[in-house]
T-cell receptor, first 114, second 109 residues
Framework: DGGITQSPKYLFRKEGQNVTLSCEQN?????MYWYRQDPGQGLRLIYY???????QKGDIAEGYSVSREKKESFPLTVTSAQKNPTAFYLC?????????????FGQGTRLTVV | GQNIDQPTEMTATEGAIVQINCTYQ??????LFWYQQHAGEAPTFLSY??LDGLEEKGRFSSFLSRSKGYSYLLLKELQMKDSASYLC??????????WGAGTKLIIKP
């Protein structure tokens, strides 16, 4: 079955540590996105990528980094520079320049700083 | 700038009808999406409108007016499981999804 998979579902990080969130899709989608969602809030774009080996900053990229070495994979690293990383992180993908470009979401990763 | 507005919260009664509005101002337009998100879960797709008019899908319908930059999601025969946040998103000229903050819908018995 085609889909988008995030892991882990829950992640705990000590202050000062970097952590990497995984996102893999087998939908052959060109575009992939990382969003952050805080309680009671909407989705805020961290980074997005429309093609392999290229990515763009979203609205809240500071303290985060990404890579897009393969079409299927778009991992997000939350660095120690991100001062308030506790949040729900969502990865999404969609096709580009097609008539119907519904975004599919992974199950999400809940990151907590301990 | 790009902007999508929706009410923060709405309350409705089980069995009733509710309309959730969304207005948008974005650079270009390639479609308007509605997603449902239950607490702690990922959003799931509900509807997509690219032409003006009403799209009906079971208990849920979505309406679009491109000239007014306006859409609404209509939920009929409300059930308790419809309690969730409803997100409006616009696909802009660069095929980027611009998201509203979401409307939290509370269903009361």
């Amino acid at each position: 079955d085609g889909g988008i998979t995030q892991s882990p579902k829950y992640l705990f990080r000590k202050e000062g540590q970097n952590v990497t969130l995984s996102c893999e899709q087998n939908l052959n989608h060109d575009a992939m996105y990382w969003y952050r969602q805080d309680p009671g809030q909407g989705l805020r774009l961290i980074y997005y990528s429309q093609i392999v080996n290229d990515f763009q900053k979203g609205d809240i990229a500071e303290g985060y980094s990404v890579s897009r070495e393969k079409k299927e994979s778009f991992p997000l690293t939350v660095t120690s520079a991100q001062k308030n990383p506790t949040a729900f992180y969502l990865c999404a993908s969609n096709g580009l320049r097609t008539l119907y470009t519904e975004a599919f979401f992974g199950q999400g990763t809940r990151l907590t700083v301990v | 700038g790009q902007n999508i507005d929706q009410p923060t919260e709405m309350t409705a009664t089980e069995g009733a009808i509710v309309q959730i509005n969304c207005t948008y101002q974005t650079s270009g337009f390639n479609g308007l999406f509605w997603y449902q998100q239950h607490a702690g879960e990922a959003p799931t797709f509900l509807s997509y409108n690219v032409l003006d008019g009403l799209e009906e899908k079971g208990r849920f319908s979505s309406f679009l007016s491109r000239s007014k930059g306006y859409s609404y999601l209509l939920l009929k025969e409300l059930q308790m499981k419809d309690s969730a946040s409803y997100l409006c998103a616009n696909l802009d000229s660069n095929y980027q999804l611009i998201w509203g903050a979401g409307t939290k819908l509370i269903i009361k018995p």
